[in-house]
């Protein structure tokens, strides 16, 4: 019986990939750390008593449990991660601790296991703003947040850690995600919440920023090739050709829930904020035969609905200063 160890499973992408992966094998036995604090229990309850799931409520930047936890396992995905742009303005100590010293404990845990697979999952804010084109995975790195720059300073240890120790790492980057179980400080659950309760939408910038958007589902079909049949030491990028202003997004939200009385507000920029996310999936889409199977706006349409009828998940993390128009400005 395989044994994946994933870290930071209680978060959006990490809990929709258990799912995802517990549903798909009946073989497969998934033990979940995660300490708490930036996802949400809730997020898999339905898995609390499958007898092939095991949550460990501890820190990935305890190098002790990172040891412990990684003994006697198959593969480890490390969805670990502090990751609001806008937090790690107004702090930046978090996010050095979880992503980048969190994820050194990880990278020398495995240095002496016999391990199949490490998966990192990284993100396209690494290679910064992009006026024209898109980035590949030999582009170099040019962050432009404290939370990218920490991101990018991991993908650089993951790739010190196999030339040197040969840790059987692979860098996965993917656009923007979006699904159920997103918390609702993110772009799309925010903009589809404050449309709920009719309140505007707010517009960094005046929303001319743009973005490529990648169904949750399809991005953790990525994940699941990568642990079957990427090879150690690869960086594989994730995208869907989605690309629209934050301005059609929160546009197509409103048409969807029907609520034109809603509208969008423009607010200042944040500090630091790329215009344009792009990279190319064609070497994954070639080596992994991977592709996304929602379009957009029926991966939007699903992702509206869920957070309709799922009141209950998002209500006790909505506060007023979760769904803020200039977050970054919040005091901690």
Known sequence: MEKVVVTGGLGFIGSNFIHQIIQSSDHTRVTNLDYGKSGSAANLRALRRHPRYRLVKRDISNPRTCKKISKNTDYIVNFAAETHVD???????????????????????CRKLDLQKLVHVST???????????????????????YSATKAAADMLARAWHETYKVPVVIVRCTNNFGPYQHPEKFIP?????????????????????????YVEDFCDGISRVLKKGASGEIYNFSSGNEFTNRQVAERIIRR??????????VDDRPGHDFRYSISSAKTRQQLGWQPRHSFDEALGRTVDWYINNSSWWKPLASAKVLSSTPWKESE
């Open 87 to 109: 937090r790690s303005i107004a702090n930046p100590g978090p996010f050095l601790r979880s992503n980048l010293v969190g994820f050194y404990n990880l990278l020398e845990a």
């Open 190 to 214: 925010k903009a589809i919440l404050r449309s709920l309760k009719k309140m505007k939408i707010p517009l960094y910038g005046g929303g001319r920023q743009i973005r490529d958007w990648t």
């Open 257 to 266: 829930l029907g609520v034109p009385e809603t509208g969008v507000v423009d």
């Open 124 to 146: 396209d804010e690494v290679y910064g703003s992009i006026d024209s084109g898109s980035f590949s995975e030999r582009s170099p790195l040019n962050p432009s947040s404290p």
